[in-house]
């Protein structure tokens, strides 16, 4: 799969958005993020405050998407540095890239379970259904899979036909946020314990890039509901939706901070695409980062537990 290709998954789909974070003092932490400012794509890092980027990966091949691990000490990405698109590993100092996924089809944007124990990620590998009287082979259908750590125990989670991507694990990784291309257009889903997939949106618009956050009670997405693309939370205990952004650029591709108090997402509405931070109720809205290329895709690196504790 082309880096061209994968962009337009990453970036050309979900409308080209994304909008950063407002920063507190007391979060800490670092971002780790897509960015463009090379001449290709580079997963890089910086402070909470957008300060000190550094380029982790650092190869002339797409490297991107970038998720921590929940002891912020290795950070999972996609890449096309193997040959194919695949999930690869590394050191949070960019150290010791290792390659998960075995360059079958494309397999590409994942995320951490909350134990650290699989890694989340959307592939279109062929796979095998059961029917009555045989099996019905699917290929070319983007669906989400797990592997461990060390690249083991492949594991498909999905199975409607559509595109799946962009999934999340809840905080008590017992349930996974997605967006599908199911139901004739983007929507937000979520896979329950019981292997049922619910869609959350139901809307003729565009919903995508989902992110849970910290605490269980909401997710975070971009939606084109509004006319352009704007930051939503929905609560779901009371299953209320609050749209976060009100400004004309596309505003995307939410993450939350670890402690839940602030969101960093992408806004194009300086030009290009930049990561902005805000709070978790749309206030304090600001700018981290400044340069002529596009940075997509921020997340946060979780708190080490002494802290979060």
């Not at 890092?45 to 982790?56: F, I, Q, R, T, Y």
Request: with cysteine; proline share 7%.
């Amino acid at each position: 799969m082309s880096s061209v290709f994968l962009r337009g998954i990453v970036v050309s789909l979900i409308g080209i958005l994304a909008v950063g974070c407002v920063a507190r003092e007391d979060v800490g932490g670092r971002i780790a993020f897509e960015s463009y400012r090379d001449g290709n794509a580079e997963v890089y890092v910086m402070e909470a405050d957008g300060s000190n980027p550094v380029n982790l990966s650092n190869d002339p091949e797409y490297d991107g998407t970038p998720t921590w691990s929940p002891d912020g000490t290795r950070i999972a990405f996609t890449s096309e540095r193997g040959g194919a698109t695949d999930v690869f590993v590394m050191d949070a100092d960019g150290a010791n890239p290792t390659r998960l996924t075995d360059g079958q089809g494309f397999s590409v944007i994942p995320d951490w379970s909350p134990d650290g124990s699989r890694i989340l990620f959307s592939s279109n590998r062929t796979y095998r259904m059961r029917l009555e009287g045989g099996e019905l082979e699917i290929p070319g259908n983007a669906k989400l899979w797990f592997v461990d750590p060390k690249g083991e125990n492949l594991t498909r989670l999905t199975s409607r036909l559509g595109l799946d991507l962009f999934g999340n694990w809840s905080p008590d990784g017992q349930s996974i946020v997605f967006m599908s291309v199911r139901d004739g257009n983007p929507e937000i889903y979520i896979l329950r314990p019981d292997k049922i997939e619910v869609n959350m949106t139901n809307n003729p618009a565009g919903d995508l890039n989902p992110a849970w956050s910290p605490d269980g009670s909401q997710i975070a997405f971009m939606s084109d509901r509004s006319g352009d693309t704007e930051i939503y939370i929905l609560d779901l205990d009371s299953q209320v939706l609050t749209n976060l952004t009100d400004d004309p650029a596309n505003d995307g591709d939410p993450a939350w901070s670890p402690d839940g108090r602030q969101i960093v997402f992408t806004s194009d509405r300086d030009g290009n695409i930049e990561i902005y931070m805000m709070a978790s109720d749309g206030s304090n809205l600001r700018r981290l980062t400044n340069d002529p290329a596009d940075d997509i895709h921020p997340q946060w690196q979780p708190l080490p537990s002494s802290a979060a504790e």
